[in-house]
């Protein structure tokens, strides 16, 4: 494990011609009991530096498995990917876990909020990870900036759902991520809500020039970002999207 | 935790402030941590505070304990006028005590086994006899403990009789300064002066009883110095001198073993413990395996996660310990007043850094060895477990760094167990028995799983369901059995070596045991004495032996001194022995090596000796053995080896010579009677009427003292094994707890398809059932195993299987396996379907 502390080591940048993320032949397969699953099978996918990507598909198709090759959460079985400069491949769990607090934010279905924490201590956890000094005040600014500034020292079972995704919105985008990866965001959450924490999760986007890879099953929420690519059996349509 | 781990996790500062927020979320789940912990470490620290509180008194009461700065103990013989004379040179004063056993006689003809103390004027040098009233004791008087008085029913002014002499009680003895120092183990004390004593006419040759001379050494006097100048200037009388600072060595020895006992049925409790460590560590962090999943996601490093549930584990320890340390001074407080009337000082309780801090290390090291293994794998909780069904990874394996951190906390455990042990092979036998038990009941478990999945589905009803349980995946069936199992096998062995060791003093009485010793019969009385015990009633046997005292001074011409005895044969050559003469082997005797003397030998002096005396000293045929008698040096050569068995309670000597030498020497006789029990007051009655020097001692009295000593051992065990029990039964509930989820659920469903409340109940009685057969089989079957080594090996001593105590085992695991089942089903029972099935 690298010494990351207070002193994180810069990763490698990405030139401004590179994509944020680039994918070749990736493919991912898991061990059962019944024999391999090939879950993904070859993907091909290239994504720009802002740029908002829609992810569709079926259950069972792959988005999710996707989405975890992104966040370094697991690792590929073939291909090659890059994601921000960095060859994930490559890269230890400790490293990976270090390209994620910096690189990355991750907006959950299930919000996965540490229910012993208080709102802005979830938030300020990534930058407390990353030893950064004023975690507690770009929290505070953070969770301000989703409309939960009078919710600072309440826990997670005092929030309403809606409050509890803008919470995880809060963290995911607290470190200003170069990705935010989210995985059917409004899954929990009513309509209207649902809503409202979209809006949040676009104008921070645009606010940050983040690049977002958003999973969903719903079509109209996709049709929000830039592109929308689909997958079928671990294999995106259409080839290099 | 690795180095590699520390280096990397992001600080401990932020490992400490995240445990804190953790720490917020309350501890429920590991109660059970906390309290297996606490119970180990409140019976290790009660037993080493006890231990060093003893100690301590023993230290700070050592001079008044012993009754002087030194004391000289002559035997059967006076002190010898040029030794004496070398300490009246240099001491302040000296007093002299002669003690020996003898039957009081009370006004109503009822008589009492003593032991009678008789002593100067310069008595006591230290301390203060309290007699009550407070009367001078002047010659012909005696005052004795109250308990002979209430025994004999006495009252002051009353004229007794010891020995040929009637002395008058003018008073009740309350205390003895140095008590401690001549422990009265035959009897009750009777304090007299020397000339009550010559007056017994007890005093004869080959009577058994013991000279001693305390020294008080002028102010500023150094003992240990006084004791070498007195053994280099008569380095060949083999004296035996005793200073304050070993006041007690025999009580000290005594103790150390007893703690050591204590201390390792306390490491018990505390490997219970560790086993409700782990499984509440594990089942707290797989609770938690959602936030530890989250955290990587957010990108914790798997170190900042280990060190993290690290400091909060390292917190509940802490607090556990402490709990521990304060819920064991109390028991020590407890345990001292229990023990008040055993002890020869009353211990100096005081909460002793030392003990405390070794029980402390024992939880620490315990926690961390236990503990690591479960912190290792939900370090390693991956952030994709989120978006998975199955939050913690079966079969995990902690990092290597984990691993070898783990191992070195179990190392040191043992290490600190073998190092702090009286007899450190004894400790590392236990450690490995302790590891080959655990490994037993997993192996059982695994037989049990595994036998139940191959029958389970050729069955139908609730044998099917029940067996079905024991094997599914996540069966608690291995901690079950491991944590009832572990317990009750702590305690049938302690019941089975309780069990053999009364037997032998009880119940393995020979058959033809005597019912009487008779010691100090003249060679004047012996054709009167002959006479009368064979007119008694009852009287079937009577064997009679002459009795010398001997001190063995020189062994193939070494001084003793110089020798280096072999453990377990030293005793032989400190002191007197007894000795005796004959023509023809004793009966029952065993010629090991060499041959016995023809029955008209009466040449140069032979000697027969105990065979495993011989092994111990590396003596054989041929070697001469020199013998003081009567303060004479008399060589004897060895003709045979004979092997004796000491518990056959008949006359046994170590030593026996040829005839021919020591019939001319004065001494006294032993006779054994063997007869109908019914008239065993008479027998008594009518030999110390007709012989008032003759004491006689009955056997199973004698026994009956042995056997009141070891009950105290006993119990002081067996309530420490229970604290291995309770962290058991702790633990056994800890796991049917933590199933309890699953049990809910599964009786939801059985009910939804139709099940009855009965078919449910039978198919958890099958499970909980099998489980504790299966345990308490193994139970029985390990400590067994585990009473015949410490029998045979510790105490080279026969063993026999206790039906009764396995039997208990069996019944006690199944009993308790079937309750605690019995309460999860009831439990589970209750819950409503509809509000279940809701919820899923």
Redesign the interface.
């Given at each position: 494990m690298d010494a990351i502390t207070s002193h994180p080591r810069p990763l490698p940048e990405q030139t401004p011609t590179e994509s944020l993320i680039e994918a070749r032949a990736l493919s991912f397969s898991v061990a059962s009991s019944g024999g391999v699953v090939n879950i993904l099978r070859g993907v091909d996918l290239k994504v720009q530096p802002g740029e908002a990507l829609g992810l569709v598909g079926p259950s069972g198709s792959g988005k999710t498995s996707l989405l975890m090759l992104l966040a370094g959460l697991e690792r590929p079985s073939g291909g090659t990917l890059r994601v921000a400069g960095a060859d994930l491949a490559a890269m230890d769990e400790d490293a990976l876990a270090r390209f994620r607090r910096e690189k990355v934010g991750i907006v959950f279905q299930a919000f996965h909020l540490i229910p012993s924490m208080t709102a802005l201590e979830n938030v300020a956890m990534p930058l407390e990870f990353a030893g950064r000094r004023d975690a507690f005040d770009r929290a505070e600014a953070s969770l301000r900036a989703v409309g939960l500034g009078h919710r600072l020292g309440h826990y997670p079972g005092q929030l309403s759902g809606g409050e509890q995704q803008r919470v995880a919105l809060a963290r995911a985008t607290v470190a200003e991520p170069a990705l935010l990866l989210a995985d059917e965001p409004t899954g929990n959450l009513d309509r209207a809500t649902g809503g409202l924490v979209m809006d949040l999760l676009f104008g921070l986007r645009e606010r940050l020039g983040t690049t977002l890879v958003l999973v969903t099953h719903d079509e109209a929420l996709a049709a929000r970002c830039g592109r929308v690519v689909r997958m079928e059996d671990g294999l995106l349509s259409g080839g290099v999207a | 935790m690795s180095a590699?781990?520390g280096?990397?996790?992001?600080?401990w500062p932020?490992a400490f402030?995240?445990a804190r927020?953790?720490?917020?979320?309350g501890v429920r789940s590991l109660r059970i941590v906390l309290v297996c912990l606490a119970l180990g470490v409140a019976a290790i620290a009660a037993v080493g505070t006890l231990r060093t509180a003893i100690d301590a008194g023993l230290r700070a009461d050592g001079a008044r304990l012993l009754g002087g700065d030194v004391e000289l103990r002559a035997g059967s013989q006076p002190v010898p006028d040029a030794v004496r004379g070398f300490i009246n040179a240099r001491a302040a004063r000296t007093s002299d005590i002669t003690i020996l056993r003898s039957l009081l006689v009370a006004p109503s003809g009822e008589r009492l086994l003593v032991e009678v103390k008789a002593v100067d004027a310069a008595y006591p040098l230290l301390g203060a006899v309290v007699l009550d009233p407070a009367v001078p004791l002047r010659d012909g008087e005696v005052a004795v403990e109250p308990l002979i008085a209430e025994r004999l029913g006495l009252k002051l002014g009353d004229e007794l009789r010891l020995g040929e002499a009637h002395p008058r009680l003018v008073a009740l003895l309350r205390a003895e300064p140095d008590k401690a120092a001549t422990p009265a183990f035959f009897g009750p004390r009777v304090l007299a002066t020397r000339a009550t004593l010559d007056a017994t006419g007890l005093i004869q040759p080959g009577s058994l009883l013991q000279h001693s001379l305390r020294v008080q050494l002028p102010p500023g006097g150094d003992a240990a110095a006084f004791v070498a100048a007195l053994r280099q200037a008569f380095p060949d009388e083999g004296l035996r001198l005793r200073t304050a600072s070993t006041a007690e060595p025999g009580f000290s020895r005594f103790m150390d073993s007893t703690a050591s006992f204590l201390v390792l049925a306390g490491l018990t409790a505390l490997l219970v413990g560790g086993i409700g460590v782990a499984t509440g560590v594990r089942a707290w962090l797989e609770a938690r395996a959602?936030?530890i999943?989250?955290?990587?996601?957010?990108?914790?490093?798997?170190?900042?996660v280990l060190a993290m549930y690290l400091v909060q584990l390292l917190a509940l320890s802490a607090v556990g310990i402490i709990a521990g340390l304060v819920a064991g001074y109390g028991l020590t407080w407890l345990a001292a007043q229990f023990l008040a009337g055993s002890l020869p000082v009353p211990p100096r309780l005081a909460p002793y850094p030392g003990p405390l801090a070794l029980a402390a290390l024992y939880g620490l090291l315990t926690a961390l060895a236990f503990a690591l293994w479960p912190l290792g794998r939900a370090a390693r909780i991956?952030?994709?477990a989120?978006?998975r069904d199955a939050i913690a990874p079966e079969g995990a394996r902690p990092g290597w760094g984990v691993l070898a951190a783990q191992l070195a906390a179990a190392a040191a455990l043992i290490g600190l167990v073998v190092a702090t042990a009286g007899d450190p092979r004894f400790a590392a036998g236990f450690c490995a028995a302790a590891l080959a038990t655990l490994g037993l009941f997993r192996l059982g478990a695994a037989g049990l799983m595994l036998v139940a999945g191959r029958v389970s589905h050729r069955l139908r009803g609730a044998w099917r369901l029940g067996l079905a349980n024991l094997h599914r995946p996540g069966a608690p069936t291995a901690l079950v059995m491991v944590s009832l199992g572990i317990g009750l096998t702590t305690l049938t062995a302690i019941a089975q070596i309780e069990g053999n060791l009364r037997r032998q003093v009880e119940a393995d009485l020979p058959k033809r045991a005597p019912n009487f010793f008779f010691v100090d019969i003249q060679q004047d009385q012996l054709a009167r004495f002959d006479a009368l015990v064979a007119t008694l009633p009852g009287v079937e046997e009577v064997r009679r032996v002459p009795n010398l005292r001997a001190r063995i001074t020189a062994l193939k011409g070494v001084p003793v001194a110089q020798v280096r005895a072999a453990p377990g044969s030293e005793w032989a050559l400190a002191g007197d022995r007894g000795l005796t003469y004959s023509a023809t082997p004793p009966e029952g005797a065993r010629i090991v090596t060499g041959a016995w003397w023809a029955p008209d030998y009466r040449g140069a002096p032979l000697v027969s000796l105990d065979a495993s005396l011989a092994e111990g000293w590396n003596v054989g045929i041929g070697d001469v053995v020199t013998l003081n008698i009567l303060g004479r040096d008399l060589e004897f050569r060895i003709a045979n080896t004979r092997a004796v068995n000491w518990r056959g309670m008949g006359m046994n000597f170590a030593l026996v010579a040829s005839p021919g030498v020591l019939e001319a020497a004065p001494h006294s006789n032993i006779a054994t009677v063997r007869g109908d029990p019914a008239q065993d007051a008479t027998v008594l009655r009518s030999v110390t009427d007709a012989f008032p020097n003759v004491t006689g001692v009955r056997v199973r009295d004698a026994l009956e003292t042995v056997a009141a000593l070891l009950s105290r051992v006993a119990t002081a065990l067996t309530a420490t094994a229970s604290l291995t029990l309770a962290s058991g039964v702790l633990v056994l509930g800890g796991a049917v707890a933590a199933g309890q989820r699953r049990r809910v659920r599964d009786a939801v469903v059985l009910k939804v398809l139709g099940a009855t409340r009965g078919q449910i109940s039978a198919a958890w009685a099958v499970e909980f059932g099998l489980v504790g057969a299966t345990s308490g089989l193994l139970a029985a079957v390990a400590g067994c195993a585990a009473s015949w080594a410490v029998m045979r090996f510790m105490l080279g001593s026969a063993w026999v299987p206790l039906w009764g105590v396995m039997a208990a085992t069996l019944l006690g695991c199944l009993a308790l396996a079937l309750g605690f089942g019995r309460i999860g089903t009831a439990l589970a029972l209750r819950a409503r379907p509809a509000g279940e099935l809701r919820g899923e």
């Open positions: - | 590699r781990a280096a990397g996790f992001g600080g932020l402030r995240l927020r953790e720490l917020r979320g959602r936030t999943a989250t955290m990587r996601c957010l990108g914790a490093p798997s170190g900042l991956p952030g994709a989120l978006f």
